[in-house]
C-alpha cells in the first residue's frame, strides 16, 4: 500500500481558516460588551481549534524534507537539491552547520573576528555572520557577535574600571550591574526573506547566495530594530533594547534645526558621568541627520564639520539606522547591551506562503538573546516638539 503524500498547501490554508475563526471569536467577544468571556461553546470550539493546528504544524515540521551541508565539497550537490525541491513545491529545511575550520578567524566558542581573511565552508553560520555583523552596531564599535552560545549563558562582565581591594583580594568589573542581568535569555526569532521565483532561476550559486547575501540583511534589520526602537518588538519578551524605558533623565533636548557640537557633547557627558566604561561608545542616528552635522560646523565660524570626514564625532563613531526617530540622536555605551546568537540556524524553504506571488519564502530562525546591562549607560537627544 502506498503512502498518502502529504499536503502541505492543505495544510496551510486549514491554519489560515483556523487563524481567522479564532480572530473572528477575539473580536466578537471584544465587541460585545455585556460578556467578559467566551461562552462555553466557543471555549471548546476554542480548544479544538488549537489541538488541531498543534497538530497540523506537526506533521508540516515531520514532513519537511532536510538538507544538511557540513564541507564545501557539499554545495553543489545542496544547490541541485534545493533547485529540485523548488521546483516541485517542495517545503525543506537546511541546516546551517557551526563547524569552524582551522583557518578561520573565530574560535570554539563562535566569536566572529571581523578582520579574518578566510572562512568556514560554504553553509556555516560564519558566512551568514560575517555580513550579518558589517550592519550591526558591533562593527562600529568594535566589539565580536557572539555566536553558537549554549545553556545558561553568562555575558561577560564589561572590563574593570575599579579595583576594589578587601580581605578575599580584588573585585573587578562594574559593580553595579545586578548579577541577575548577567545571565543571556535568549528567544527564538525568525526572519522571511521573500525571493521571487525569476530572481531564483538566474542564480546561479543558489545556496551562498541566500546563506551570504539575502539572509543577513534580513536578520540585522531585526535586530537593529530591536537594539534601536524607543517601542518594545511585537511580540518580543526578553528582547527589550536599551531606549525603550530609557530614564527620563537620560532624555535631553534641542531647538536649533539639528543640535549643537555642545549638545552633542553633553548627551556623551550624561553618560559618562553615571560612571561607565568610556568603551564602546557610539552615537546613532539617520542617515539624514548625519549628513546634516556632516554640513554643520563646531562652532560659529569654525571650518571643521560637527561629523568629521571619518564619520566620528569628538572621536567618537556614528552608526546609522532607519530605526531611530528622524531627528533623534542616540547614545550609548553598546558593550552594556551585549547580543548574541545562541545554538544553530536553520533555514526553511517555503513554496506555499506567498505562491499567489510567484515567491518563495526563505525563513531563518535562531536563538537571540540582548540583555541592558546598565540603563543609564544609554541616553538620547531629541528635537523640541514645540
Request: aromatic share 8%; proline share 5%; with cysteine.
Amino acid at each position: 500500500m502506498s503512502k498518502v503524500k502529504f499536503n502541505f498547501r492543505e495544510a496551510y490554508e486549514r491554519i489560515d481558516a483556523i487563524k481567522a475563526r479564532l480572530k473572528e471569536m477575539a473580536e466578537g467577544l471584544e465587541k460585545d460588551k455585556a460578556r467578559s468571556e467566551l461562552t462555553e461553546a466557543e471555549k471548546g470550539e476554542k480548544k479544538a481549534l488549537y489541538r488541531e493546528m498543534d497538530i497540523l504544524e506537526m506533521k508540516i515540521k515531520a514532513n519537511t524534507e532536510s538538507i544538511v551541508v557540513m564541507k564545501r565539497e557539499d554545495a553543489e550537490e545542496a544547490n541541485r537539491q534545493m533547485r529540485e525541491c523548488i521546483s516541485q513545491n517542495k517545503r525543506f529545511e537546511l541546516k546551517i552547520s557551526r563547524a569552524v575550520a582551522s583557518d578561520f578567524g573565530g574560535n570554539t566558542s563562535g566569536y566572529l573576528n571581523p578582520d579574518a581573511s578566510t572562512n568556514p565552508g560554504p553553509v556555516t553560520m560564519g558566512d551568514i555572520v560575517e555580513p550579518l555583523y558589517g550592519n550591526l552596531i558591533l562593527s562600529a564599535i568594535g566589539s565580536p557577535l557572539l555566536t553558537g552560545l549554549k545553556g545558561n549563558y553568562q555575558w561577560p562582565v564589561v572590563e574593570a574600571f575599579e579595583a576594589t581591594i578587601n580581605d578575599e583580594g580584588a573585585k573587578l568589573g562594574d559593580t553595579k550591574i545586578p548579577l541577575s542581568k548577567l545571565i543571556a535569555k535568549p528567544e527564538r526569532i525568525g526572519v522571511a526573506v521573500p525571493i521571487t521565483r525569476e530572481a531564483l532561476n538566474e542564480t546561479a550559486d543558489l545556496l551562498q547566495t541566500v546563506a551570504t547575501q539575502y539572509m543577513p540583511v534580513a536578520v540585522a534589520a531585526l535586530m537593529n530594530k530591536i537594539m534601536f526602537s524607543k517601542t518594545k518588538v511585537s511580540n518580543a519578551t526578553n528582547l527589550v533594547g536599551p531606549f525603550v524605558n530609557l530614564k527620563a533623565a537620560n532624555k535631553m533636548e534641542y531647538t536649533g534645526e539639528v543640535p549643537t557640537y555642545k549638545e552633542l557633547l553633553n548627551l556623551k557627558g550624561l553618560v559618562l558621568g553615571s560612571g561607565i566604561m568610556p568603551e564602546g561608545l557610539c552615537y546613532v542616528m539617520t542617515e539624514t541627520e548625519k549628513a546634516l552635522l556632516e554640513g554643520s560646523p563646531k562652532w560659529e565660524g569654525s571650518n571643521q564639520a560637527i561629523v568629521d570626514d571619518n564619520g566620528k564625532i569628538a572621536g567618537v563613531p556614528v552608526f546609522c539606522s532607519p530605526y531611530v526617530a528622524e531627528g533623534d540622536v542616540q547614545f550609548g555605551s553598546f558593550k552594556y547591551a551585549p547580543q548574541g546568537i545562541f545554538g544553530e540556524m536553520t533555514i526553511i524553504v517555503d513554496p506555499y506562503t506567498l505562491a499567489r506571488k510567484n515567491s518563495i519564502d526563505f525563513v531563518i530562525n535562531l536563538d537571540y538573546a540582548l540583555t541592558v546591562l546598565r540603563q543609564e549607560a544609554f541616553a538620547q537627544l531629541s528635537k523640541h516638539a514645540g
